[in-house]
């Protein structure tokens, strides 16, 4: 009887093991290892074999990049329950990424992935609604996604809900909430103020996000007055320019000398 328990016990262990070597060959870099063995764990069914399996057609480990394999892996995992797998989907129908742009399927994956507490799927599930990208404009649903994914925190939501609270976008004004969300984002990483810098970039060009001149002056100016020299000069070409604000030539003067004072090269040249 001992035997046969040991017996047992040895095969059960043997296959732990086994069932493994995707993820470790995977975790160590040893792609071309995790390749064959994601690839016939992800085949058998194992959920995340085939999350696993998805990175490397999708990033091209192991095996050159095969976008149309990594979507139907990632689907795989995600309608096994992976949220990992459910908000890369979103990003791939959002984003245009081996497949059409797809906003609805976006919103369908990205919404699965955030009531699954994924923070990544509810920052961008509440850019949507905040932006009416794909779906009506529902400054509610913002709200609340962008207080989920900062409670889980992404530091990007919590400015984003002390901007909504502190200018009153969807929410009556209140300058406590702001004050405790700023100092929330602030206490998330040291790169808090680059934070507000990437923020500002990000709604001035449209990457990632719809091009709003309001938010990027917005978030310019709050990393400016903290020191941040790349976005006093970005704030500095703004007033130049008359990009989203009228155009102010004693301000971009301003701006452009704290720049430079900062040591950003380009400012020196305006």
Same mark, same amino acid.
């Given at each position: 009887?001992?035997?046969?328990? *040991?017996f047992? &016990?040895?095969?059960?262990?043997?296959?732990s093991? +086994?069932a493994?070597? *995707?993820a470790?060959?995977?975790?160590?870099?040893?792609?071309?290892?995790?390749?064959?063995?994601?690839?016939?764990?992800?085949?058998?069914?194992? @959920?995340?074999?085939?999350?696993? !399996?998805a990175? !490397? $057609?999708?990033?091209? @480990?192991? /095996?050159?990049?095969?976008?149309?394999?990594?979507l $139907?892996?990632f689907t795989?995992?995600?309608k096994?329950? #992976? &949220?990992?797998?459910?908000?890369n989907?979103?990003?791939?129908?959002?984003?245009?990424?081996?497949?059409?742009?797809?906003?609805?399927?976006?919103?369908?994956?990205?919404?699965?992935?955030?009531k699954? &507490?994924?923070?990544?799927a509810?920052?961008?599930?509440?850019?949507?609604?905040?932006?009416?990208?794909?779906?009506? #404009?529902n400054?509610?649903?913002a709200?609340y996604?962008?207080?989920?994914?900062?409670?889980?925190?992404?530091?990007?939501? &919590? %400015?984003?809900?002390a $901007?909504?609270?502190?200018?009153?976008?969807?929410?009556?004004?209140?300058?406590?909430?702001?004050l +405790?969300?700023?100092?929330?984002?602030?206490?998330?990483?040291?790169g808090?103020?680059g934070a507000? $810098? /990437? %923020?500002?970039?990000?709604?001035a060009?449209?990457?990632?996000?719809?091009v709003?001149? @309001?938010?990027a !002056?917005?978030w310019?100016? =709050?990393?400016?007055? !903290?020191?941040?020299?790349?976005a006093?000069y970005?704030l500095?070409?703004m007033?130049? @320019?008359g990009?989203?604000?009228?155009?102010?030539?004693?301000?971009? %003067?301003?701006?452009?000398? =704290?720049a430079?004072d900062?040591?950003?090269?380009?400012a020196?040249?305006?």
């Amino acid at each position: 009887m001992k035997k046969i328990f *040991c017996f047992i &016990s040895t095969v059960l262990f043997s296959l732990s093991i +086994y069932a493994n070597d *995707c993820a470790n060959d995977y975790i160590q870099g040893d792609y071309d290892k995790a390749l064959l063995a994601c690839e016939k764990q992800a085949k058998q069914g194992d @959920r995340e074999a085939q999350l696993n !399996l998805a990175f !490397l $057609y999708d990033q091209g @480990r192991g /095996i050159k990049v095969n976008k149309e394999k990594a979507l $139907y892996w990632f689907t795989k995992a995600a309608k096994q329950g #992976v &949220s990992e797998a459910q908000y890369n989907l979103g990003l791939k129908y959002a984003n245009g990424d081996g497949v059409k742009i797809d906003k609805g399927k976006a919103l369908y994956w990205y919404t699965i992935a955030a009531k699954q &507490s994924s923070g990544d799927a509810q920052y961008n599930l509440a850019l949507l609604y905040d932006q009416g990208d794909g779906v009506e #404009v529902n400054k509610q649903k913002a709200l609340y996604w962008f207080t989920q994914a900062a409670e889980e925190g992404d530091i990007s939501a &919590s %400015l984003e809900l002390a $901007y909504m609270y502190d200018q009153g976008e969807g929410v009556e004004v209140n300058p406590e909430k702001a004050l +405790y969300w700023f100092s929330q984002a602030q206490g998330v990483e040291e790169g808090f103020v680059g934070a507000q $810098y /990437i %923020l500002a970039s990000k709604y001035a060009k449209g990457e990632g996000v719809k091009v709003d001149k @309001r938010k990027a !002056l917005y978030w310019y100016t =709050k990393a400016a007055k !903290l020191g941040d020299g790349e976005a006093q000069y970005g704030l500095a070409q703004m007033y130049d @320019r008359g990009d989203g604000v009228k155009v102010d030539k004693e301000k971009a %003067l301003f701006w452009y000398k =704290k720049a430079a004072d900062q040591g950003v090269t380009d400012a020196k040249h305006e």
